[in-house]
């Protein structure tokens, strides 16, 4: 099992920032890629930021320059850094993580999901 926690989501006001963080842990062997991904009301969940084991960051058209995207590999966590935050940033941010388990006998393959934590931009 690997488990992820999200925190850092909020209430600010349009313009304003917030940074989220993730942490992984539980059966780790090595995670691929990390990112993350939001939900508005309605809408399907969608790619905000991801990035590669190599550090290769990937981000949403609406969200570039805004947002930045980092990780530590050696403390399995992931945080998003969010700017200029817009309306239409609000949602459940869900951070999400890859890669392969050990649980000290079999390794297998993780794709795992964390709880979500709101983001709410007031206009």
């Known amino acids: 099992q690997v488990q992820l926690v999200e925190s850092g989501g909020g209430l600010v006001q349009a313009g304003g920032s917030l940074r989220l963080s993730c942490v992984a842990s539980?059966?780790?062997?090595?995670?691929?890629?990390m990112g993350w991904y939001r939900q508005a009301p309605g809408k399907q969940r969608e790619l905000v930021a991801r990035?590669?084991?190599?550090?290769?960051?990937t981000y949403e058209e609406s969200v570039k320059g805004r947002f930045t995207i980092s990780r530590d590999n050696a403390k399995n966590t992931v945080s998003l850094q969010m700017n200029s935050l817009k309306p239409e940033d609000t949602g459940v941010y869900f951070c999400?993580?890859?890669?392969?388990?050990?649980?000290?006998?079999?390794?297998?393959?993780?794709?795992?999901w964390g709880q979500g934590t709101q983001v709410t931009v007031s206009s």
């Open positions: 539980g059966d780790i062997f090595s995670i691929n890629t």
């Open positions: 990035v590669s084991s190599s550090d290769t960051p």
């Open positions: 999400n993580a890859d890669g392969i388990r050990h649980n000290g006998r079999y390794y297998g393959d993780f794709n795992s």
